[in-house]
């Protein structure tokens, strides 16, 4: 009993909170998830899987920075946040134009799938993972923890979390991939992904929320 109470004491975040929220999060449609739904859509699990591994570590730029204190930063000089929402607003549409003209073939979508590169930029120009791992600090974080272990914890956590579930995202893309190839409703559900995609970051830069 004493043992356990020590390794609560020294835990530098609330881990089964957090790992539920972190789930929740995760797992539910934003900005990166409809772009990993529509990449899977169009190229299918395997070929978006260098796209998936991007998302994933292109998470950790937020992480560590804020773990360190780039908040503190970006409060006094509100410029910062005011750049990243229109470069967010920006990306995301640029994506949501390539979802939009998207068209399924036999073998596959027109042109090389988006690599590791352009996941790993999804992320720190998505709002809703900003507000996400700043509530993950802001939340879950236990008093004493250091910057350091403190973002370890959340760092590990998130990825495994993102590891689990962003393929499943990608993954129900080619699913629905699979219905709808050569059909009347392939343009209608491109377009529905790609208004999906911009309204889920809109939401996020004017109506507040938080997911991925």
Not at 27 to 39: E, I, R, V
Not at 45 to 62: C, N, S, T, Y
Not at 128 to 148: E, N, P, R
Not at 154 to 180: E, F, M, R
Request: include cysteine; glycine fraction near 10%; charge should be positive.
């Amino acid at each position: 009993m004493l043992h356990g109470q020590v390794w609560s004491l020294t835990m530098p975040v609330e881990l089964i909170a957090l790992t539920l929220f972190a789930l929740s999060q995760i797992g539910t449609p934003g900005p990166a998830n409809m772009a990993l739904l529509a990449t899977g859509a169009g190229y299918g699990l395997r070929r978006a899987l260098p796209f998936v591994a991007g998302v994933v570590v292109g998470k950790q730029l937020i992480i560590w920075p804020l773990g360190f204190g780039l908040m503190q930063l970006a409060q006094s000089a509100p410029g910062v946040f005011l750049a990243m929402k229109y470069l967010s607003a920006a990306y995301i549409v640029y994506l949501a134009w390539r979802v939009a003209n998207m068209r399924l073939k036999a073998d596959q979508t027109d042109g090389p799938p988006p690599g590791f590169l352009a996941g790993l930029i999804v992320h720190p120009l998505n709002p809703k993972a900003w507000g996400m791992i700043t509530a993950a600090f802001t939340s879950f974080v236990t008093a004493g923890a250091t910057a350091f272990t403190a973002t370890v914890s959340i760092a590990a956590v998130l990825l495994a979390c993102q590891t689990l579930l962003h393929p499943i995202w990608a993954g129900a893309g080619q699913l629905i991939a699979a219905t709808i190839q050569g059909t009347r409703a392939e343009r209608f559900v491109f377009l529905l992904l790609s208004f999906l995609t911009v309204a889920t970051v809109f939401y996020a830069l004017f109506g507040g929320g938080i997911a991925s």
